[in-house]
């Protein structure tokens, strides 16, 4: 059993996926820490953070780069994530390991830009997640400045389109809603509502 849930940065698909990963005993995997990291390594490498060959190369090594988690949650390690997978040697080095976690027993829950689209075509439910730029914007503003961060809400917001934009006119895999995907508007919803309407859509679909 597989659950492609997609969409949006900060439009809530974290959390539901985590919530129907536990709902239904899957495994989960949030496919964003993969780009993450390797953003992470190029940025800390000071190399360019265009540089294709340097990307790929660090995306079929994976496995080898040791990270801590907050490193990975910041805005400049998210806007490289996004820069990073527009390059598509990144993207099919990541693909066998998104593919061999998706067949995993019982059943396994992954979350992403291209989980419907590419990664598993065939997935039993495709859930996409979106919500209003600005509400996004809010919930991650909140989010950051829990953590500490000195940011205001323009920026935020300024962030988020400029990923929306990078993440659905890329060239290989962008950002949209599979073809037989139940779209979930978050902006509405609390977390238990979207939680509970992703539940429903999952049980009604899978
Ligand atoms: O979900 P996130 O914010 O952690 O993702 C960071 C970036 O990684 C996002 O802007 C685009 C990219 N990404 C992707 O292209 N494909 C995925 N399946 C997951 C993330």
């Not at 993450?36 to 079929?60: C, F, M, T, Y």
């Amino acid at each position: 059993m597989i659950i492609a849930v997609d969409g949006p940065a900060a439009a809530g698909k974290g959390t539901i996926a985590r919530a129907l990963a536990q709902h239904f005993s899957y495994h989960h995997l949030d496919t964003g820490t993969l780009y993450r990291r390797v953003g992470l390594e190029l940025l800390k490498s000071d190399g360019d953070i265009h540089d294709s060959k340097i990307a790929a190369a660090i995306a079929r090594n994976l496995h080898s780069y040791a990270y801590l988690d907050y490193e990975l949650r910041t805005e400049a390690v998210g806007a490289a994530a996004s820069i990073v997978a527009s390059i598509p040697e990144v993207r099919s080095a990541l693909l066998d390991y998104q593919r061999s976690f998706a067949e995993q027993e019982p059943g396994a829950v992954l979350d992403g830009r291209d989980i419907g689209t590419v990664v598993c075509p065939d997935a039993d439910v495709k859930l996409f997640i979106t919500a209003s730029p600005e509400v996004r914007a809010k919930r991650r503003l909140a989010e950051l400045q829990a953590n500490g961060a000195d940011v205001t809400f323009e920026a935020v917001l300024q962030d988020i389109r400029q990923r929306d934009d990078r993440d659905q006119n890329r060239a290989v895999a962008p950002l949209r809603p599979a073809a037989d995907a139940v779209i979930i508007d978050t902006s509405e919803l609390a977390a238990d509502g979207a939680i509970a309407a992703a539940i429903k859509a999952a049980s009604l679909a899978g």
